[in-house]
């Protein structure tokens, strides 16, 4: 299992939020690119960034620091959601060489264009269940209706997404622990590679999603708790992959 560290835009700055609202904004830094170089020289196999600012609508705002980290630690595999609803906004990213996409408002509203999204670039479309209790979230986790969570994984796999990363909001930022049930559900009936985010905060965190490979899960998503201190990301990441 793989642990990713987390670097969230916004302004072309890392941070964090709370539950996902942008008025609990916690900087964490001005350069990204040197953050992505510290997780590199950690030994991370992957690094998952969201851009904040274009799950709302702007395209444009972290451009410039995605290019930065791609051209800083090319050896790192990046992942990369917020804002991909068309084939073009793929298209522009993975020429920038990022390894895997992340859809998740398209997958709830446009499943078709989800599926040729996915079928263009097979094995490097990830979809992203944002959920509120069974509730999933779209658009930047602002707005209800994206469907039930259960029923929308057990869609995945015929849309042609190759991972499923599931995300408890209520927990995100919050250090209260991973859902581990519903990860473990999401998993079983989506039948896809599932990976854990919202709450990881600690090596028991971790020591809680390890089992739930059996079930399909490949890792876990950790952002402020890896920033904060309250996790080792060495140790987390030796806990996962042993």
């Known amino acids: 299992m793989i642990l990713f560290p987390a670097i969230d835009l916004k302004d072309g700055q890392c941070v964090r939020l709370c539950q996902g609202r942008f008025e609990e904004k916690t900087v964490y830094g001005d350069d990204p690119a040197a953050m992505a170089a510290r997780w590199a020289g950690e030994g991370a196999e992957w690094l998952h960034l969201v851009d904040l600012d274009a799950s709302l609508g702007d395209s444009s705002a972290n451009r410039r620091a995605i290019e930065k980290i791609r051209a800083r630690v090319p050896r790192l595999k990046l992942q990369l959601g917020g804002g991909i609803r068309s084939l073009p906004a793929a298209g522009r990213w993975f020429d920038l060489g990022l390894e895997r996409l992340i859809?998740?408002?398209?997958?709830?509203?446009?499943?078709?264009?989800?599926?040729?999204?996915?079928?263009?670039?097979?094995?490097?479309?990830?979809?992203?269940?944002?959920?509120?209790?069974?509730?999933?979230?779209?658009?930047?986790?602002?707005?209800?209706?994206?469907?039930?969570?259960f029923e929308v994984a057990a869609g995945l796999r015929a849309l042609g997404a190759a991972m499923l990363i599931y995300t408890d909001v209520e927990r995100d930022g919050t250090g209260q622990g991973p859902n581990v049930e519903n990860t473990r559900r999401a998993a079983r009936v989506s039948g896809l590679p599932t990976v854990c985010s919202g709450g990881v905060a600690s090596l028991k965190d971790l020591e809680a999603i390890k089992p739930l490979a059996a079930d399909g899960a490949v890792g876990a998503i950790s952002g402020k708790a890896l920033y904060a201190g309250t996790l080792d990301f060495a140790a987390g990441r030796a806990l996962l992959a042993s």
């Open 103 to 149: 859809m998740g408002t398209v997958v709830c509203e446009d499943p078709l264009l989800a599926a040729s999204i996915a079928q263009k670039y097979p094995g490097r479309v990830a979809a992203a269940l944002d959920a509120v209790g069974q509730e999933v979230r779209v658009r930047g986790w602002k707005e209800a209706g994206g469907g039930r969570l």
